[in-house]
């Protein structure tokens, strides 16, 4: 019942000429989204400091889907990577300030942004 | 002089992960109907699914023979929902959840879980958690106010 989550990776140059990953998901992140989220992000190349999360197409985040977040960002701390997201709607966009997560992700609303803020 | 007119609905869904975008989407349906601003919907919406992703796992213990039930009650200014399930509900009425501490979270101190009820309150105008008189079908009941005036 669960829209399945999809995750796939590109990589990008910052403006300031650092790579970055973007991990772009698509369907619900829920529960059943562990392998998507945090397994996609712990498959990253080494050395990717610079995290983007793309979730322009995903319409759906609950309570477990916005854990996994703050899991992927206590994994992203605990390695020294700047991870930024973008392309929530502006529900979901308060639902994560809510939480706090802001205070350890930037949060803009396209991608241009985020690759300029970060 | 008439009383004002209630409309209900009901749902019922399996207590199986997922089921609770069924009765998300029927609330936002029912709230698009009574002229709930398209914000007061999305609050509404994850208020819904979290109280019924609380039912299905914690009430029904994820036991797919029992069902969560939701009664949408559209009055002329508010929408109720109770959420219903088979199981003791909470032994006390909880009280305002604080905000979660994120910086205890990413020091590992704090499950990153257990936002469900915190954002569950923040969300909409009133949640009340009832507990079953048997030891089962216990609710929640959760109001959201109708603002005409930010029309």
């Given amino acids: ?118 | 002089m008439s009383e004002p007119k209630t409309t209900n609905v009901e749902v019922r869904v399996p207590s199986r992960l997922g089921f609770e975008k069924v009765a998300m989407s029927t609330a936002a349906s029912v709230a698009r109907l009574m002229g709930f601003r398209e914000d007061r919907i999305e609050d509404l919406k994850t208020a819904v699914a979290e109280a019924c992703i609380n039912a299905i796992e914690h009430g029904n213990r994820l036991n797919e023979k029992l069902n969560v039930e939701v009664i949408l009650s559209a009055g002329p200014d508010a929408l109720e929902v109770k959420v219903m399930d088979d199981g003791k509900g909470l032994i006390r009425q909880p009280g305002k959840q604080t905000a979660p501490d994120i910086d205890r979270k990413m020091r590992g101190e704090e499950d990153a879980r257990g936002l469900g009820m915190f954002l569950i309150q923040s969300l909409v105008d009133e949640a009340e958690w009832v507990a079953g008189a048997n030891g089962n079908s216990s609710y929640v009941r959760l109001v959201i106010r109708l603002d005409k005036n930010a029309e």
Avoid at chain 1, 35 to 63: C, H, K, M, W
Avoid at chain 1, 89 to 96: A, E, N
Avoid at chain 1, 106 to 115: D, K, R, S, V
Wanted: proline residues 5%; glycine residues 10%.
């Fill in chain 1, 1 to 118: 019942m669960q829209n399945e989550t999809k995750a796939r990776v590109e990589q990008l140059t910052s403006p300031a000429g650092h790579p970055v990953a973007i991990l772009r998901f698509e369907g619900d992140i829920a529960s059943t989204s562990k392998e998507a989220v945090l397994g996609t992000f712990q498959a990253l190349p080494g050395g990717t400091g610079l995290v983007l999360l793309d979730f322009t197409r995903v319409d759906y985040i609950n309570s477990s889907g916005i854990a996994l977040v703050i899991q992927l960002l206590i994994e992203a701390t605990n390695a020294g990577q700047k991870v930024c997201a973008f392309g929530l709607s502006p529900h979901f966009v308060k639902v994560f300030t809510m939480v706090g997560i802001p205070k350890y992700a930037g949060i803009f609303p396209t991608q241009a942004e985020a690759l300029a803020g970060l």
